[in-house]
């Protein structure tokens, strides 16, 4: 018997979420006694799935066939509910990123096994946690079916990295050409930049910068750090930045162990999709603003003032180590 | 084209967030319910707007008790045409989903579409769960959504960027920000909706695959250390140093 973890690719790279979800699902592993096995779909090279051995994976199944390069939703959960029975599997582990939202609740159907969304740290006691009511609770969950689904909240956990090699096995699915019903006609990637739910460090700001000129300030310092950028609801909404930076109950929820709040005041809408941060530091002229409730640093002061001193700070630290 | 739309009953943003029972029972006492803001912004708007313009039916179905008929009443006074509200306390996503599913199963929809989230328990499943009951295609995260010749076109969010792909209906999309402008009810819809049809239906029994055991609320408010506005140099120490933030 095993725990399967569903592991991606992107551009030849195991994507660093599926990474801490195959960490999760050695260590869940570990604690039931059971092998630790991982599945890929689509091409990918020998030696970076061998590498997944260094988070404990001991065997990989890999369906090296090119129909996987895409994500198709239907296709991948047949394929995947058939490793699960390839591998003997009572655990399914997967990210809680964009493909695994929607892999994750299909497989539970097509499974019949109980799932919980967005865990936030290895199973205790038989229950595994997440957030709720966006960020403002956190819940324990049961799983009353013998085989169990779970996806992990990406930059939940730091996989800590031994000396492993997986063994790589071929693996054929019975999936037929009918089973692919998605055809994807392009994409369009922001290039140069980190995604913002997979970014360590990200710097947002909101209407206290006062126009979408003024935003030069953030994206050196997001430069410097090599930090993602984020920004509030209302600064998406009047375009002064891409939908796709908006962070809250409405945007994205993110949890990265550095969030820089710039001129944004700290509605709770706000506050469910960063409050999990594991470092908040708020620049805001007001000191009543909501937001240093939540903060674990802050300064009382003008953006136009502080950024620049902070962006040189930052620079000479950097030139120093 | 007919198109279903699931809408969850969700706490208000702004509510208080408390427990009772030793922390198994979540307070509704003072809380006000709103229809989840994915589902009404995004989901049922992308769907009146794609009847009005292809010709249709727009269904909303909902799974809870008699105290959801205002948000279903907001729902049809939007561009819904008519309302099935399965009599049930939606307390499994899998349960939801088995119910929403038996409901469309002999109703031929051409699209269901579903938010990708509601904000209560943050869990993303049941329009996938719908899709796979019903063994459709479905894509998730969708920013946009045309539909021509039987063939839907929408753009996805992927990591870093945006996807765009093309599937034949029917299928099951969650939807997401971006797919439509929020509206708000005017009189005449609001006056319509008195009268559009609701049917109350009760639930079939399914099983319930997971239960939440306990919540609990964060820690304490953090402790927040201010630095002076002429110390800025200090800011980066302490989160260089202290926080080893970077
Ligand atoms: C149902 C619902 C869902 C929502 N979902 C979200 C969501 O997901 N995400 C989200 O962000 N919001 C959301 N909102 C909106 C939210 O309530 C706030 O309106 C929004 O977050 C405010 O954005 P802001 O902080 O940029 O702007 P403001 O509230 O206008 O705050 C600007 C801040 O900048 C400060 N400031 C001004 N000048 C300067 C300066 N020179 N230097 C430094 N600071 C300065 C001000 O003191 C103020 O605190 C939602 C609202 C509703 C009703």
Redesign the pocket.
């Given at each position: 018997m095993s725990v399967l973890t569903f592991v991606e690719i992107n551009e030849g790279k195991i994507k660093k979420a599926s990474l801490e979800a195959a960490y999760y699902g050695s260590k869940t592993a570990e604690a039931n006694g059971l092998a630790s096995v991982a599945v890929v779909l689509g091409e990918a090279g020998a030696e970076e799935l061998a590498s997944l051995g260094q988070v404990g994976v001991s065997k990989v199944l890999h369906a090296s066939d090119a129909r996987f390069n895409h994500f198709d939703s239907k296709a991948y959960t047949k394929a995947v509910a058939e490793a699960v029975n390839a591998a003997a599997a009572t655990y399914v582990v997967l990210s809680f990123n964009n493909n695994g939202k929607l892999l994750a609740p299909r497989l539970s159907v097509r499974l019949k096994a109980g799932y919980v969304p967005g865990a936030v740290e290895l199973p205790a006691n038989g229950l595994f946690k997440k957030n709720v009511f966006s960020g403002k609770a956190s819940a324990q969950y049961q799983i009353n079916t013998e085989k169990k689904i779970v996806a992990v909240n990406p930059n939940s956990l730091s996989p800590v990295k031994g000396a492993g090699t997986a063994i790589v096995e071929a693996f054929a699915p019975a999936v037929s050409d009918a089973d692919f019903s998605t055809v994807v006609k392009g994409q369009d990637k922001i290039t140069g930049t980190i995604p913002l739910t997979e970014a360590d460090l990200v710097v947002s700001a909101?209407?206290?910068l006062?126009g979408p000129e003024n935003w030069g300030m953030i994206e050196e310092l997001a430069g410097l750090l090599g930090a993602a950028t984020a920004c509030?609801?209302?600064?998406a909404d009047v375009d002064w930045r891409p939908h796709h930076e908006?962070?809250?109950?409405?945007?994205l929820t993110i949890r990265p162990n550095l969030y820089i709040a710039?001129?944004?005041?700290?509605?709770?809408?706000?506050l469910?999709?960063v409050n999990s941060s594991k470092v908040i530091v708020v620049?805001?002229?007001?000191p009543e603003?909501p937001?240093f409730k939540a903060a674990d640093y802050g300064i009382v002061?003008?953006?136009?003032e502080v950024m620049p001193k902070f962006n040189a700070a930052v620079r000479k630290l950097k030139a120093a180590n | 084209m007919k198109i279903l739309v699931p809408i969850a009953k969700v706490p208000d943003?702004t509510s208080k967030i408390a427990f009772a029972e030793n922390n198994t029972k979540f307070v509704t006492d003072g809380v006000t319910f709103i229809m989840n803001?994915t589902d009404e912004w995004y989901a049922l708007v992308r769907a009146c707007e794609l009847k009005e313009q292809q010709g249709g039916e727009v269904v909303v179905i909902h799974v809870g008790g008699a105290d959801s008929e205002q948000i279903i009443r907001k729902a049809l006074a939007i561009g819904a045409d008519k309302a099935v509200r399965v009599d049930a306390d939606p307390t499994d996503a899998y349960f939801v989903a088995a119910q929403i599913a038996n409901h469309a199963k002999t109703e031929n929809y051409d699209l269901i579409i579903a938010g990708k989230e509601t904000i209560d328990y943050n869990s993303f499943q049941v329009g996938g769960m719908v899709a796979e009951f019903l063994d459709l295609p479905c894509v998730a995260l969708v920013q946009k959504l045309d539909v021509a010749n039987g063939v839907a076109t929408l753009k996805r969010e992927i990591e870093g960027g945006t996807e765009t792909v093309e599937v034949k209906l029917p299928m099951v999309v969650c939807a997401q920000k971006e797919l439509a402008e929020a509206r708000i009810p005017n009189m005449k819809g609001i006056m319509g909706a008195r009268t559009k049809p609701l049917a109350v239906v009760a639930a079939t029994a399914d099983d319930k695959l997971t239960t939440i055991a306990s919540y609990a609320l964060p820690d304490k408010a953090k402790q927040v250390k201010l630095v002076d506005k002429d110390n800025v140099e200090e800011l980066v120490r302490l989160l260089h140093e202290e926080a080893k933030a970077f």
């Open positions: 909101g209407r206290g006062k509030s609801r209302a600064v908006h962070v809250g109950q409405t945007g710039v001129g944004i005041s700290g509605a709770i809408q706000h469910a999709g620049i805001n002229t007001d603003a937001f002061g003008d953006a136009f | 943003t803001p």
